[in-house]
């Protein structure tokens, strides 16, 4: 065969250059190829259809190769029929990995014996555990996105059956708000931040509440509220013997609030009269 490498040639009669000669070789070559392609889509050649070829490419790109997890928990490795390498291991490249042990926190991939890169969520952060299931199929994205990992590579996790699905902070009405998003602090005196489309979260909070009969008491809230204080529910007033007792707000603030304990004894109306004892309740607050 004459010509540049790769390339043939249709000649030149006046400088002597014969055409390209094609060799048997080359016909098989181009014959098999094509055939390789028809059949890896599971179709079956036939001589009368001059579109298999195009049907197995689009088949064939309907696919998804699930590579095996041959790494650790938190330290994932796999290997591709064809190795990636630096070059490859690009932006925009996806990996689909059948996942061979439940991530315990952050977490890297590594294909092909490259790097490890570490593995974010869509809230582009890292993993915390569970997000990577045993028997799941993790679809990971190579990315370098700007101030995430310092602008150094990462691994987008974009799915895995099964397990917890990473999604950053809502700010819009139909956005999935995550879990941290439901600041709480449960203990006696508590709170809980419900967020909302207001972008102000609501804030209950719950307290126990003191006061020796006939006293003005004040009470501070277990987290000031930075806008609005909307209510206060003083009840369940406990006090000794057979004395009834009730409560009366007397003013609220972002931070407290101020209250008297009202009494009633054999069925008298209730007044400021003092009791033995001191005067045991809860509060509930609510607000922004």
Known sequence: MTGTPQYATDGNPATNIPATMWPAYQYNAFQEELIAIIEAAG????????????????RLCQNTIVLADTGTANTYKAANATPLVAGTWVDG?????KIAHTNTGASTYAPDGLTAIPIYGLGLQALQGGELLLNGTAILMHATIAGVNSGNPIC????????????????????????????????TSGYVK?????????????FPIGNTGGSTSSGTFPLAFPNNCFAVNLTGLQAAGNTQAYAVLNNKSLTGFNWNAFFATGGTAPSLGATSGNVQGYGFAIGN
Do not use: H
């Open 43 to 58: 179709i079956t050649p036939d001589r009368t259809t001059n579109a298999q070829v195009i049907a197995a490419i689009k």
């Open 93 to 97: 490249v996806v990996q689909a990995v």
């Open 194 to 206: 419900i967020p909302n489309s207001s972008g102000l979260p609501l804030i209950l909070q719950w």
């Open 156 to 187: 987008v996790l974009m799915e895995c059956a099964g397990g917890a699905q990473q999604v950053a902070p809502a700010t819009a009405s139909q956005q999935a708000v995550n879990l941290g998003q439901f600041v709480t602090s449960l203990a």
